[in-house]
């Protein structure tokens, strides 16, 4: 496998127009355009797949400030500068100044014939008609397995934790691989996976994989918006069979909420923030004097006086809703939480 580096096909470059006046030419004070760079492009050119194929990374800012600290990595499928890899670096680059989602390596992976690449092999005879070329989610797979993934590994630092996103068809190859191989990443994220498929043949397999597999540490997190007929149908079989199984899962309902076009960036955010929000003392920091009326600071809870004592930390935060807050905010103040912003779970592993 050979790799090129190229420049990054998405960067944003910021452009300005100045007017004339009679006065004098404002256009004087005007530097030259700079590029906003996102990350960087590498091409590959895959023995899988018999093809070249870009795949763009994006480091996080702490990836410099804190040369010994490893970062999960999020694979993102449709991952090219022109398809999902924008907006989606756009959520990271945003926690890095919140610091509200744990900071992580974007690698996107580009897809270019989508319903080929990203599909299991469809069993009904009418699809050869209309997808001509389909089935190839296996090797896909191997692409990422056996290419993707040891060059990333080698290339930076990774703490082996290991995520997949990816929506509508790229969503079905995500539940296609959390069926059948769970072991590859510790995070799955499917968003309105095209779980029409095959006139829900894939859907009822996944099912079964399910119940049968004996992985059970990696994670999912599957969300629907209001799509109707076989999505939702394929969908509601594969909910089934994750409420037998021994899966971690969770489900968000957006049916009333978002459609196809509109589901994706909301969702990825949710997910993130399911899997990666961190801690943080609750509510208005003592220090704040201007925040409290005339300057007087409350005296901290007995709970809050005990968080305090020791680092605030995901192992020693308390995992609680802003509702949970809102009841008591007087007695959280200062303790050590992750309180997950945004949607709640319709439905979840047991």
């Not at 355009?33 to 480091?59: M, N, P, T």
């Not at 945003?94 to 610091?99: A, L």
């Amino acid at each position: 496998m050979k790799i090129f580096a190229a420049a990054l096909g998405c960067a944003i470059c910021l452009s300005f127009s100045a007017g004339s006046s009679e006065a004098e030419d404002v256009s004087t004070f005007v530097g030259a355009a700079q590029d906003i760079v996102l990350g960087q492009s590498f091409e590959f050119e895959s023995s899988v797949l018999g093809e070249s194929r870009r795949v763009s990374v994006r480091l996080p800012d702490r990836y410099v400030s804190e040369p010994d600290k490893t970062f999960p990595v999020l694979y993102l499928i449709d991952g090219g500068p022109q398809q999902d890899f924008p907006h989606i670096a756009g959520i990271l680059q945003s926690t890095d100044i919140n610091w509200t989602i744990e900071p992580m390596i974007l690698v996107g992976i580009e897809t270019r014939n989508r319903q080929a690449e990203l599909t299991p092999p469809a069993t009904d005879p009418s699809y050869e008609q209309v997808f001509e070329k389909n089935g190839g989610a296996e090797s896909f797979r191997q692409f990422i397995e056996t290419e993707i993934m040891p060059w990333v590994e080698d290339t930076y630092r990774t703490d082996q934790r290991d995520i997949v996103m990816g929506e509508s068809l790229a969503g079905l190859f995500v539940m296609e691989t959390f069926a059948k191989r769970p072991d590859l990443f510790s995070h799955f994220i499917s968003v309105s996976p095209s779980l029409w498929w095959d006139n829900l043949s894939a859907a009822k397999s996944y099912g079964d994989d399910f119940l049968t597999s004996d992985e059970t540490t990696s994670k999912l997190y599957v969300t629907m918006g209001n799509e109707g007929a076989l999505m939702q149908a394929g969908l509601d079989v594969v909910l089934e069979g994750l409420s037998q199984s021994n899966k971690k899962w969770t489900y968000v309902d957006r049916r009333n909420s978002e459609d196809h076009a509109s589901i994706y960036h909301p969702a990825a955010l949710d997910a993130l923030r399911s899997f990666f929000s961190t801690p943080y003392r609750a509510g208005v920091s003592s220090d704040s004097v201007w925040m409290f009326e005339g300057g007087a600071v409350p005296p901290l809870s007995d709970k809050a006086r005990e968080s305090v004592k020791e680092d605030c930390t995901l192992e020693t935060a308390e995992k609680i809703s802003f509702e949970t807050y809102n009841r008591n905010p007087v007695m959280w103040r200062g303790v050590c939480v992750v309180m997950k912003p945004g949607d709640s779970s319709t439905r979840q592993s047991r």
